[in-house]
């Protein structure tokens, strides 16, 4: 099972930035898919997280800015970010806990990691 996450990049400070993140490999399904975060010095962080039916939930500190959504055909996530500060510089790492037949279990999957600069 391979993560591509695609879409960070330098934006200025109010800016907005989506990112993707697609799942491909051999799977039955997915769970639950989430979008991580590694500032500098850091430990990473959960940013917000979608279940596979659609429920969400997110840090307080993005609340309001980020919106975390998925297109289950495509097995892939999304995270539309606005406002953008400086705070929100990191390197965002995707998630996805995949459900595989053999063995029957559920799995944690991450993504290589987008790097997101916020700054003028």
């Known amino acids: 099972v391979q993560l591509q996450a695609s879409g960070g990049g330098l934006v200025q400070p109010g800016g907005s930035l989506r990112l993707s993140c697609a799942v491909s490999?051999?799977?039955?399904?997915?769970?639950?898919m989430g979008w991580y975060r590694q500032a500098p010095g850091k430990q990473r962080e959960l940013v917000a997280r979608?279940?596979?039916?659609?429920?969400?939930n997110y840090a307080d500190s993005v609340k309001g800015r980020f919106t975390i959504s998925r297109d289950n055909a495509k097995n892939t996530v999304y995270l539309q970010m606005s406002a953008l500060s400086s705070e929100d510089t990191a390197v965002y790492y995707c998630n996805a806990n995949a459900f595989k037949l053999v063995p029957p279990e559920y799995v944690d999957y991450w993504g290589q990691g987008t790097l997101v600069t916020v700054s003028s």
């Open positions: 979608i279940s596979s039916v659609g429920s969400t």
């Open positions: 490999g051999s799977f039955f399904s997915i769970n639950t």
